[in-house]
């Protein structure tokens, strides 16, 4: 599983700061936990506090959150990806959001604490740490904008576009929950009549 570890580092580093050198890679892997989860399981439950900043290894994760009874989708990932819930991590605060499992997945769990401590020390760990919070505002702002620009059609046609792994993988449920959508308004914008 070692080459998992060094995999899903590469990934999620390459993703957002490629010339990270070996020797801060390294630093990455030796505070890095590596869980495995369970198709359905929780890997963090509302009213938690996040501790940790996940690199998905192996398998589907979704981020999401209950509205007037209804699971709304935020956030997928994959191999390769981040999953931060940014507010509880930074102010650790109990978190509205929750964490689950799409498949049986390996994740590697970034101790925040140990990440900060690493970012005191490494110039290149800073950098990195900055690029996953530019990278998330980022995604959130893009998120909203289309929310608020875009049609039914736009949003799906973006994600086939930018996350076809989540198209393939995800259950449509979650897609369409994803996209601000009805399972049925999702069904018409699949088959060509939105």
């Not at 760990?125 to 690029?131: D, G």
Request: proline fraction near 3%; aromatic fraction near 8%; include cysteine.
């Amino acid at each position: 599983m070692e080459a998992l570890l060094k995999e899903t580092v590469d990934a999620t580093v390459n993703s957002r700061y490629p010339s990270m050198t070996l020797e801060s890679r390294k630093m990455i892997e030796e505070i890095l936990i590596r869980k495995e989860v369970e198709k359905g399981e929780l890997l963090l439950n509302e009213g938690q506090i996040s501790h940790n900043i996940v690199l998905v290894g192996k398998g589907m994760l979704r981020q999401f959150y209950y509205k007037s009874g209804k699971d709304v989708t935020e956030h997928f990932s994959y191999e390769g990806c981040i999953i931060i819930c940014i507010e509880s991590t930074l102010k650790q605060e109990p978190t509205r959001l929750m964490i689950e499992a799409l498949e049986s997945s390996v994740v590697y769990l970034l101790p925040y604490n140990k990440l900060l401590r690493l970012t005191e020390i490494s110039w290149e760990i800073n950098m990195f740490y900055r690029k996953i919070l530019e990278y998330s505002l980022i995604v959130s702002q893009v998120k909203a904008d289309s929310w608020r620009f875009e049609t039914a059609r736009e949003r799906y046609n973006q994600l086939m576009e930018h996350q076809p792994e989540v198209i393939k993988r995800a259950p449509l449920s979650h897609i369409a929950s994803y996209l601000l959508m009805t399972p049925e308004t999702l069904s018409r914008v699949r088959s060509g009549i939105l």
